[in-house]
Every structure is written in structure tokens, then in C-alpha cells.
């Protein structure tokens, strides 16, 4: 695995800051990074791009062009960071097809050979898009493992509360490895063409949510801690960062750039700034913009979804009314309901009721503190049930555990609401990590 630490820094010809490095294996490992495809493992290419790219995460983004540009980048010659590309997306389709952790994990390390013979040797611009990439399909492997771990733990009717294995935490190594890449090439002034901005897409949208979580997690930290636990390094290694992303332009949708935005910018209240006019109007400004992008939403609503978008419109205002009742929340610190927040609640159940599926775990994951009705909570349950079924959405079947256990504690509740500050730590860190908020 990628780990970002200085004890790699030198592996990468990059100055002046931490890169990643390649992986925990021993440098004296020899690894094919051409592994034989057996038996039905020759179809696990076509699978992937049929099968399991269009069920990963993502927001605003079009399938379509995605799989043509991670078709060009895997398929264009047999050097080191196409070939860790093709053992990246081998291993996802392994494991979606084969459910074999164990065919999975002979292209994982083939995939990590193939990123460590490329570093030694430099990366361009091309080199470096591969690069983040395989870092977002490794990133992708760790997070649907541990879903599978968990199927077959529940499976086994494992009564404790169930504990993520360590992969649900490493997949954050893997994405503040590609972070560092795409900030690389920006920091030199590499122009940032259509790819590039779909890959900046696609990795916004991890690391906006990843950083959601670790607020409602355990602490920064904490999170560091567990990481160093888990890898068996010291505890003064760094091997995860949560600094944004360096943009390129605004090419990412509105609505996630401004859930970013909320995370990096909110505040607590002993803060002194908390009811600063300053803060209190660049708030509302961002309420404001959320229901204009609403308003937009809400005029193409009965229009047929185009291409292979990564969701639907309605998915999209359903996203946009949770970053609203969000802000509400966790910006402004309301506990309970107002006329305003009562009418995004009734109106995202609405659209709820309405869809045949959603894939947005986030939006699911906020209403679901609101879902104090049976009627209500079998709508969300409905909804993750067809989503799992219809996109093979793994990550669904984490928050649907983590949403019966949140109502459980909301019937046992005598006050009737449930705080999302408190609560959504409590039931997140219950979990280990937040890889179902993907």
C-alpha cells in the first residue's frame, strides 16, 4: 500500500514536501507485475467496466467518459503505471466477481510493484494520472473489502457490534497518496485538461466525504493513531493529511464544492468567531447558494437523466437538501426542527419515495436522524434495499446497519431527537471509520 511517510519520500524525485511512497512490502519482493490470468479470471475486464465502475463512488461525473479515459491510460502500452492501472481494476473486478480476497490480492500486488518500479523511475504527466488512477481503484478495493468482511461477518450472526477490519481505515493512505500527486503537477503549472479535471472530479468527491467523517468521528488524531496501529508504524508517523485538494478551476459540481467548503469552514460555538457578522453572513451566503442550485435542480427534475451520470437529478437535489438540513445542524448548531428545516425534511422523503434508487450514501445517512417514523424509516430502508440490489451499492449495506442501530437508540431516546453532533461520532466511530458515507 501507498504509505505517506518521509521514510518513502525519496522513492518520488519531488522536493519540499511528503509524497507517497510505495507500499509496506519488502523492497527485495519479486513480484511479475504480469500476473496469468486463469480461468474466468479473463473476464474480469469486461466485468469491471460493465460491472463496477458504474457502482462506484462518485458525484457530477459522467461513467461514459470515465471509462474512456481509464481505458486509455490502462490499455495504452505495457509500461509500469499502465500495468498497475490494469492490476488495480483486475483486483476491484476480482472482488466483485469472484468475491475472492485471495485472487483480489495477487493484483493488489502486482498493482503496488508496478507504482514502485514506476516512481524509481520518475513521473510525468501521463505517469502521474496513472498514478491517481490506481491510487482511487486501491482506494476503492479497501473500502468495498471491508464491506465484504462485514457480509460475512453478519453472515456468521456475529452478535458483538461489528468492528470495520483495518482496511476501513487504509483506504485514507491511498487517497491522501493520490491528493499529493494531483497537487504535485498543479504546484508546477501542468495545464489541466478535460481528463485531468474528470480525475480532479472523482477524487473530490472521497475526499470532501472522508473529511465530513473525520468530524464526526474520533478526531484527526485519534485517526492517526489508529492508522499507525494498523500499519504497525510509530506514532510520529504521518501518514494521512487532510489538506483540500489544490483545484483546477471549478470543475468539480457546486453543490460538492460547497459541502467542501462547510467542512473546512465551520465552526464550533465556544469559537469567537462563531456570531461574528462576518460568519453569520458567509453562512447565509451559503445557504442561498444551495437553494439556487436547488431552484436549477428542481426545473430539470422530469427530464430524462442523459448519459451515465453518476446520479440522477432528483439524487442530486436529495444531495443538495442534505448539505441544507446539514448546515442547519452542524453550522448553526439547531437541535430539533424549524418551519424551514421541517419543509427540506418533508420534501427530501418526497423524492425519497419517489426514486427508484439512490447512491448517494450521505443524503440517506443525514435524513435518517429524521426518519422517526415506520413509515419514514421503511421508505430509506426501501430505497438501500433496490439501490443494493440494482448498482451492487456495497457501501450501502454499512449505513443500513448503522441506521437501524442509530433508530434503536432514538426509540430508547425519552427526549425524541436525536443530536447529529453527538450521535452521528458516536454511531461513526461505532463503525471504525466512515467509508459507508461514500
Known sequence: MWIY??????????????????????????????????????????????????????????????????IRLAMSDDSAPSQAVRNSLLALAALYMLGSMQKASRFIAAALNSLRASAQKGIGLQQGMQHIIAGMLLCSFEVSSHTLTEVI???????????????SSIWLVYLSGTKAVMNRFHQHGSYANGDQSLLFQWVFYYDTLARLGIKHWRGYRSLQTQLAKDLGFGKGDSMFT??????????????????????????????PRYRSTVYISWL????????????????????????????????????????????????????????KTDKWIEDAFLILSKIDHCNKPFPLFI?????????????????????????????????????LRLWIQDDLNAEGN????????????KCNFVPCLL
Open 367 to 403: 435524513f435518517g436522524f429524521d426518519a422517526r417514523t415506520d413509515l419514514r424509516r421503511r421508505v430509506i430502508l426501501e430505497v438501500i434495499d433496490r439501490t443494493i440490489k440494482k448498482a451492487n451499492a456495497r457501501g450501502l449495506v454499512s449505513l443500513r446497519f448503522l441506521l
Open 5 to 70: 511517510t518521509e521514510r518513502y519520500q525519496q522513492i518520488y524525485k519531488f522536493k519540499k514536501t511528503q509524497y507517497i511512497g510505495t507500499y509496506v512490502l519488502p523492497s527485495t519482493l519479486s513480484l511479475s507485475i504480469y500476473p496469468r490470468l486463469e480461468g474466468s479470471e479473463t473476464e474480469l475486464i469486461p466485468y469491471f467496466f460493465s460491472v463496477v465502475l458504474p457502482s462506484l463512488p462518485a458525484f457530477g461525473i459522467d461513467f461514459e467518459n470515465l471509462r474512456g479515459v481509464i
Open 284 to 339: 447565509d451566503q451559503i445557504e442561498n447558494q444551495l437553494a439556487s442550485i436547488r431552484q436549477e435542480l428542481e426545473h430539470n427534475v422530469s427530464l430524462p437523466d442523459i448519459g451515465y451520470q453518476s446520479e440522477s437529478v432528483a439524487v442530486k437535489e436529495l444531495f443538495v437538501l442534505a448539505a441544507l438540513l446539514y448546515m442547519e445542524r452542524k453550522a448553526k448548531q439547531l437541535v430539533g426542527t424549524s418551519s
Open 153 to 167: 461477518a453478519r453472515s456468521l450472526i456475529v452478535k458483538k457490534i461489528h468492528t470495520f477490519s483495518q482496511s
Open 242 to 271: 487532510d489538506d483540500e485538494i489544490t483545484r483546477f478551476g471549478r470543475s468539480s459540481h457546486r453543490a460538492l464544492e460547497i459541502l467542501s467548503e462547510l467542512c473546512t469552514g465551520v465552526l464550533s460555538p465556544d469559537d
Open 418 to 429: 436525536l443530536d447529529l453532533e453527538s450521535n452521528s461520532c458516536f454511531f461513526l466511530s
